[in-house]
């Protein structure tokens, strides 16, 4: 493991991580109300920017600024919640004050 603390991961695997957290969070409504909210996109806007990296490294940040919703994500993707720190830092998202050693 990196000395950041979260686990290395590949670009490829965390651009597919982070769309498989995109689909977790459109399949609630509730989830994707606050998304649309805090980003200010609408569906459509996210269908078009879901293959840019810095967009998906936004929704891994997203998922990572809530412990809650990145745990339950962990969950229903059945990984290592540190994951989505490697991922978001593999996109070139953020580094989460938490995530440092």
């Known amino acids: 493991m990196p000395e950041s603390g979260h686990p290395s991961i590949d670009r490829e695997a965390a651009e597919t991580l982070a769309i498989q957290a995109l689909a977790f969070i459109a399949a609630d409504s509730g989830r994707l109300g606050r998304f649309l909210a805090l980003t200010g996109l609408d569906p459509a806007r996210i269908r078009a920017q879901a293959q840019e990296p810095q967009f998906l ?5 997203y998922l990572a600024g809530d412990d809650r919703l990145a745990l339950e994500f962990a969950r229903y993707a059945a990984i290592d919640p ?7 830092a593999a996109l070139g998202g953020r580094r ?6």
């Open 96 to 101: 989460h004050e938490r995530d440092l050693p």
């Open 82 to 88: 540190r994951h989505i720190a490697g991922a978001c």
């Open 57 to 61: 490294a936004g929704v891994l940040d």
